[in-house]
């Protein structure tokens, strides 16, 4: 605390000394859940379980002729899980980085920040929980007036002051390089190149850093009341215990606008997974990197790690989804997704001598949401979703497929700006 109250009083002395613009921002975010499904599968023995977060978050954001400085503060926590009274130093840094325009068109951003691209399908910040994600990184950047882009991001990371390098016991990537290159074809048509390459440690030995590369290309036309959301991305080189990859990822979305207030989208989310019955001594199961889960693969959260979540599996997700805007305030959503394996998996009854494949279908779930705008930066939210699983879900997740799943969410967010200074 002794560290964030220093920096925010530099932070503030900086902005009163300086010709610039100060922002001030808040956000307040509460959700409670109501979890009888959630995540995992209920049984007969399983009791429903209410858990309420609470994000709260504080941001600098300080810009004067070339640099823009940005601080963002957050206090993330679950009610109940520290005792009243005690000291909680759950208070920590989200962003902090300083951003400085090198010329009109070329710029550079360093610390820690945010980075998304394209949907969040690979880059995201997974939001929905307390805790998103933020690198350490170096941003280059190249913008010609929205028209043609490129960004270049390194970083490499160490979880301690050395003098040499020794082991990363940190569950995260020992160096990271993304590419992205971006253009506006036309009002209809934009494209964007994505290569991601993470280095990932083997464990316990600091020598061995295995490199993971993920490329592919990103596609947005739209067409009078027609819009659709292609891509595709290839994922090589190797994982942290030195496998090869050789997997793949696609995802097609047309959607139909029929008017301003009924949007109508069907889908397709496809991730390669491993062939149980073939040793091929390769890893062919897909990995969405960094990008977000909860809302795409949907909201109840059964996919957000696909390999891990489909034993390798891979995931088939065919999905219709509903867009419903009853007035400026008020939009309800609805969605409905077919779950099934890509690849086979074994079956609880399967033995070495047996090999038996399982069922592919893994369930159907539904969800709806409605979100209403009832106050300057202040929205409500409520949510319901429930899943039918199939027998073979039983093989990825603990509990029984024999009940419905449900799950309900509340939730208010507040984003009041608190102060914007004019010079």
Request: glycine share 8%.
């Amino acid at each position: 605390m002794i560290k964030i109250n220093v920096l925010l009083f530099s932070f503030l002395i900086l902005s009163i000394l300086s010709y610039g613009q100060l922002s001030v921002d808040a956000e307040y975010r509460l959700r409670s859940e109501l979890r009888d499904g959630y995540k995992t599968l209920s049984d007969e023995t399983t009791k429903p379980a209410l858990i309420t977060f609470q994000r709260t978050r504080l941001s600098f954001d300080y810009e004067h002729d070339k640099i823009h400085a940005y601080i963002s503060l957050q206090d993330g926590r679950i009610w109940g899980d520290s005792k009243w009274g005690t000291d909680d130093s759950g208070v920590g840094i989200h962003q902090a980085y300083i951003k400085y325009s090198i010329s009109g068109k070329l710029a550079m951003k360093l610390g820690r920040q945010e980075i998304i691209y394209d949907k969040k399908r690979l880059m995201g910040v997974k939001n929905w929980g307390n805790a998103p994600i933020a690198h350490d990184a170096a941003l280059f950047q190249f913008n010609n007036a929205d028209q043609t882009k490129a960004d270049l991001v390194l970083a490499y990371n160490n979880d301690s002051d050395k003098n040499f390098e020794s082991d990363y016991t940190v569950d995260m990537y020992k160096y990271l390089t993304v590419l992205r290159l971006y253009n506006k074809f036309s009002d209809n048509l934009n494209m964007s190149f994505l290569t991601i390459i993470d280095g990932n440690q083997t464990a316990g030995n600091y020598r061995t850093v295995y490199a993971r590369g993920t490329s592919g290309i990103y596609a947005a036309f739209n067409i009078n009341n027609i819009s659709i959301d292609a891509m595709g991305y290839y994922q090589y080189g190797k994982s942290k215990t030195g496998i090869n990859i050789s997997s793949f990822f696609f995802h097609l979305k047309p959607t139909l606008i029929i008017n301003k207030s009924i949007k109508i989208a069907a889908g397709i989310d496809y991730f390669s997974g491993d062939n149980a019955l073939v040793d091929n001594n390769k890893n062919n199961a897909f990995s969405s990197v960094f990008g977000d889960g909860h809302g795409y693969y949907g909201y109840m959260d059964y996919f957000t790690n696909i390999p891990a979540h489909t034993k390798q599996g891979g995931l088939n997700d065919i999905y219709l989804h509903v867009d419903l805007r009853l007035s400026s305030k008020l939009l309800i959503t609805g969605a409905a997704h077919n779950f099934m394996l890509t690849n086979n998996i074994l079956d609880a009854s399967s033995t070495p001598t047996n090999p038996v494949v399982a069922n592919k279908h893994l369930g159907v779930e539904f969800d709806a949401v409605l979100a209403y705008n009832f106050y300057t930066n202040s929205t409500l939210t409520v949510g319901y979703s429930t899943l039918m699983a199939q027998k073979t879900m039983e093989l990825l997740k603990t509990g029984s497929s024999k009940g419905i799943q449900n799950w309900l969410f509340v939730s208010i967010l507040f984003k009041p700006e608190i102060f914007k200074s004019n010079n």
